[in-house]
C-alpha cells in the first residue's frame, strides 16, 4: 500500500510540474466594460506576428465552443453564461433547457481546462474568460488589466449598447461585478489585484500605445 501512495504522490508532484510548464508565452487581457480589449488584442497579436515572424491567435470566442464541447452541448447554449447575466451565475442557469442541463459547477470545470489548454500551448492572447486567474501559475505568461475612468467608460457605453446615461451605469456597474465574480471563481485565495502584472489607463493611452508597450515588455523579457 505505501508503494502506491509513494507512487499516487510522485504522479500528483510531476502532473503538477507538467501543467505548469508552456510551450510559448500567454499574454491574458482582462479588462472593465468599455475597454477596447479586442482590438488591442489584435493590434498585438499583428505587431509579435510582423517583428518575431511567430505566428500567435487571440482567443475570446474560441473558449465558448471549446467549454460546450467538453460538456457534449451546443455552444449556443453557454453564450447566456458568458454573458454574465445573473441568472447565468448560480446553479441551474439551464434549468429551462433540460435536454442539455449542467451545473455550473461543471461549466467552470470546462472553462478552466479550455483555458489551460489553450493557454499550456502558448503563443496566445486570450481574452477574459478568467484567463488571468486560470493561467496565473504558468510559465512564461503576462497578465494585463484594461481600466479607464468611470466617466470615460460611460459615454463608450452608452455609444456602443445605445443606452441613456442612468440605465448605462447600472449596466456597467452590474457587469463589471458580474465579470469580475466570474474571474474570481478560479483565483481562489487571491486577491483580484494580485492577479494582474499591468494595468493600462485606456483613456489616457491609444490602442496601438497599449499594444506597443506590452510588445516592448515582452522583448525585455524575453519572452517572444
Known amino acids: 500500500m505505501s508503494i502506491i501512495i509513494s507512487k499516487y504522490a510522485r504522479d500528483r508532484i510531476l502532473e503538477k510540474q507538467k501543467q505548469k510548464q508552456a510551450f510559448g508565452t500567454v499574454v491574458t487581457i482582462s479588462r472593465q466594460l468599455g475597454c477596447p480589449a479586442k482590438p488591442i488584442a489584435r493590434e498585438l497579436v499583428g505587431l509579435i506576428n510582423e517583428k ?67 493557454g499550456q500551448n502558448g503563443k496566445v492572447v486570450i481574452i477574459g474568460r478568467g484567463g488571468a486567474a486560470i493561467c496565473r501559475d504558468l510559465k512564461n505568461t503576462l497578465h494585463i488589466r484594461l481600466t479607464a475612468p468611470t466617466d470615460w467608460r460611460l459615454r463608450k457605453v452608452m455609444e456602443t449598447h445605445n443606452l441613456k ?60
Open 52 to 118: 518575431t515572424k511567430e505566428k500567435w491567435t487571440c482567443v475570446s470566442k474560441e473558449i465558448l465552443q471549446e467549454s460546450a464541447s467538453k460538456l457534449g452541448i451546443p455552444s449556443s447554449e453557454l453564450r447566456y453564461f458568458f454573458k454574465y447575466n445573473e441568472q447565468g451565475i448560480i446553479d441551474g442557469m439551464l434549468t429551462t433547457i433540460s435536454k442539455f442541463y449542467v451545473s455550473d459547477m461543471k461549466i467552470y470545470k470546462a472553462v478552466e481546462i479550455a483555458i489551460r489548454s489553450i
Open 165 to 224: 446615461e442612468n440605465a448605462a451605469l447600472k449596466f456597467m456597474k452590474d457587469y463589471d461585478r458580474k465579470r469580475i465574480h466570474f474571474m474570481m471563481q478560479f483565483a481562489k485565495n487571491i486577491k483580484q489585484e494580485s492577479l494582474f502584472d499591468i494595468t493600462y489607463n485606456c483613456a489616457a493611452l491609444k490602442k496601438k500605445e497599449i499594444a506597443y508597450s506590452i510588445f516592448s515588455i515582452l522583448k525585455k523579457k524575453k519572452t517572444i
